[in-house]
Each structure stands twice: as C-alpha cells, then as structure tokens.
C-alpha cells in the first residue's frame, strides 16, 4: 500500500498512546514485563548515576502535548540528517527519507514545529529488548500529535539493530504519532500487526545511549524510566546537500 500524505489521520490519543508505550517493550505488544532484571542493577559510571548527563529540564505536572496539524506539502527524499540536542549531548541520525518519506516528513515537522523541547524519554527496557523510547513531550508516555500515520520500512524478520531509530505505536498500525525508539542492543520484536517502522540509525552519539542504558531503570527492573534521566532539549532536521 502506497503511503502518502492523504493517510495522515486524527488519533484516538489515549487508547493508542497508551499501548505505544508498551507496545515496544516486550516480546507481545501490549504487555508490560516488570520482571526484576539483574542487568538493571549495573555499577555507576564515575559520574555516578547521572551517566555524566546535566539535570534535565523539568516537566511541568499536567503537561498536555499540544495538537499539532499534520505535515503539508509532498513527502521528503534525499538524505536528511537530524540533531537531537540532550542534557546529556548531541545525538546525530540519519533519516531515511527514501525509504520511510511520511515518517521522516513526520518527524522533520514536529521538529520544526520545536513538539519535543525540553521532552524526557520516558522509558528504557532491559530485558529481551534493548530500546530507549522518547518523543513524549508530557513525559508520561500517552502524549500524541494531532495526528496519526501508517507502517513504513518494518524489517519482515523482526530484527532491529544495534543503533536503529524506529518508531513506536500501538497495536493499530495506523497509530504512529510523535513517540520513536533508539535500539542500543541488537533487539528482535514481533512482526504481527506490521512491526514498526525504521527511519533512520544513529550516526553519532551512541555512546550517550549506551551510558544511559548501562545505568538501568529508575528503582530496578527491566522497564520503566531511565536512571540517569536523558531529555531532548531540541531537535533540528537538515537535508544534507549531494556533493558536486
């Protein structure tokens, strides 16, 4: 089925962001494994647990994602590349804008529309999937845009390597929104329902992902909020340029 921006949709934004938030954070959609995970309890870098992170800007108690319109205008091509500034340095992405053209104009949209400044990532799995989920601005994991779109580039095998940035969603395929992942281990999730589309890989800044994933989840267990927490302060999308 051919993607474009006539699929842009208006969300049912509890019920699908609700499972978005654990739609990638176990081996089944939808379910949500607390089960204590050893892993989580690694030793603290010399930074101690803030994986030499800044204290991140606070969320304000309440704090509702505003409605956004979806993008106007033809879908992206070429190659773009994104810079997500965090409290704990610059993470750079490729954007496969080729391959995934409505997520990409996505999310070059809320980033010029500034929807994640100062938004914390929310969530860290330990345990049979490796993922750093983000892209809420009210942090809580059910803030959505005012719109939702389809599955574009899902692996058929499952498979998301180490360094991929994929997006999140509920059991709809038709639910992405605002929220996406960074694969800092290779992870395999389920493809039943379409799998979850890959936009683009980390370029550079890895590194910050590890020293937060190495650091466990707040409290213990396998999923939950990171222990060093990490936020997005600002996000700016680029095409970068052929070489002449």
């Known amino acids: ?24 954070g176990s081996a089944e959609p939808g379910s949500n494994d607390d089960t204590d995970n050893p892993a989580a309890s690694t030793t603290l870098s010399p930074e101690g647990d803030s994986a030499g992170c800044t204290e991140p800007p606070v969320v304000p108690s309440g704090q509702t994602a505003a409605p956004l319109d979806p993008p106007e205008g033809d879908d992206v091509s070429g190659t773009w590349i994104g810079q997500l500034e ?4 610059t993470i750079e992405v490729e954007l496969y804008a080729d391959k995934a053209p409505v997520t990409v104009t996505s999310f070059r949209h ?9 938004s914390p990532c929310h969530r860290l799995t330990t345990q049979g999937i490796f993922v750093l989920q983000c892209g809420d601005p009210t942090g809580t994991g059910r803030g959505a845009p005012g719109y939702t779109f389809g599955i574009e580039n899902a ?15 509920a059991q709809d395929p038709n639910s992405n929104g605002g929220q996406f992942f960074i694969v800092y281990q290779d992870t395999e999730l389920p493809v039943a329902g379409g799998g979850y ?25 396998a999923d939950g909020p990171p222990a060093a927490p990490i936020s997005i302060l600002s996000v700016e999308v680029t095409q970068e340029k052929a070489s002449e």
């Open 1 to 24: 089925m051919e993607l474009g921006r006539h699929l842009w949709r208006a969300p049912v934004l509890v019920i699908a962001s609700v499972l978005a938030l654990s739609a990638c």
């Open 86 to 89: 965090t409290n704990c340095g």
């Open 110 to 118: 809320l980033a010029q529309a500034g929807y994640w400044a100062d």
């Open 155 to 169: 692996p058929e095998d499952g498979k998301y390597p180490a360094g991929t940035l994929a997006m999140a969603r």
């Open 197 to 221: 589309s890959i936009f683009g890989r980390v370029i550079d800044g890895m590194d910050i992902v590890d020293r937060v994933a190495e650091q466990g989840v707040d409290g213990g267990g």
